[in-house]
């Protein structure tokens, strides 16, 4: 017990699972990867694998340390979400409580997974009873908004991002609505910076597929956005636009080039502003 067990869910992007596991592989304990026994997306969509994947997985994984979890993620009767809390559920149920759960996204690449794990073992005493000891450990996603000109446009402000628990309670996504402690982690998240083609595939098969009030609106300010007027503009994100208040420009054409060009110290929080969120989220739940 006490492993840092890391989850992936495979969906229609799974090609993105190439650069998210590579980062994870050596400080992982054991990976699993999640895909539905009949290849549905949480909407009941199905989707084609090709087999070239999976070579690719035996032949990356060295140290035999990824397995495969098939299951039934698909139940009609649940909306996207709530499949999507369910998969997430199952799947680190498959890992083991008694670990650390970790579940990172296929378009989520961190850039010092080992930093994160030196971060997780300091609350390892959160393992022995987790179910009365609930806790969950966030880094900060650079959000992508879209490729063009030679480069990336990106949220501004970083987003948290919550990567790991010791118990599954899941609410929403990944997030268990208890305690959040806040590290000093960063992670490409390429988020909606995807082909026009792939972007609606996106929206209409994950799990936050009914939250997007305005599409339309939504398609025509990012199809438009460019690196020549992206200062003129404000309001960037899918669901409340003003969470995604200003965007920045980094060159670079993939998110290998991307990691190497941003710059990462005028993005990562202080550890001012950690402590400071640290202190809220012990505070809140002091009593509960």
Not at 48 to 54: A, L
Not at 93 to 100: A, T
Not at 180 to 186: A, D, G, S
């Amino acid at each position: 017990m006490k492993k840092i067990q890391v989850g992936f869910l495979l969906s229609y992007d799974y090609e993105k699972l190439k650069k998210s596991i590579p980062p994870v592989y050596n400080a992982a304990d054991n990976i699993f990867i999640a895909m539905d026994k009949d290849f549905r997306t949480w909407s009941g969509e199905t989707f084609d694998v090709s087999d070239s994947f999976f070579e690719w997985v035996k032949n990356f994984d060295v140290d035999r340390k990824i397995q495969f979890y098939k299951d039934d993620f698909y139940v009609p009767e649940l909306k996207a979400i709530e499949n999507d809390n369910r998969e997430r559920h199952m799947l680190s149920l498959k890992m083991g409580i008694g670990n650390w759960l970790v579940q990172v996204d296929s378009d989520e690449y961190f850039f010092n997974f080992e930093n994160f794990v030196k971060d997780l073992r300091k609350y390892d005493s959160y393992l022995d009873d987790p179910e009365h000891n609930n806790i969950q450990i966030a880094a900060f996603l650079i959000n992508l908004y879209k490729y063009t000109d030679g480069g990336i446009l990106y949220v501004k402000e970083p987003t948290r991002g919550v990567m790991a628990t010791n118990y599954p309670n899941y609410r929403v996504a990944r997030n268990t609505r208890k305690r959040i402690v806040y590290t000093q982690n960063l992670l490409l998240h390429e988020s909606i910076a995807r082909t026009e083609e792939e972007l609606l595939l996106k929206f209409n098969n994950w799990g936050h597929n009914i939250d997007i009030k305005d599409k339309d609106a939504f398609m025509k300010k990012w199809r438009t956005t460019n690196k020549s007027n992206y200062k003129e503009r404000e309001d960037f994100f899918y669901i409340e636009p003003e969470k995604w208040k200003q965007l920045e420009f980094c060159e670079g054409q993939n998110v290998e080039e991307i990691g190497k060009n941003i710059n990462l110290k005028d993005i990562m929080p202080s550890k001012t502003f950690i402590a400071g969120k640290n202190f809220g989220q012990w505070f809140k739940f002091l009593f509960k």
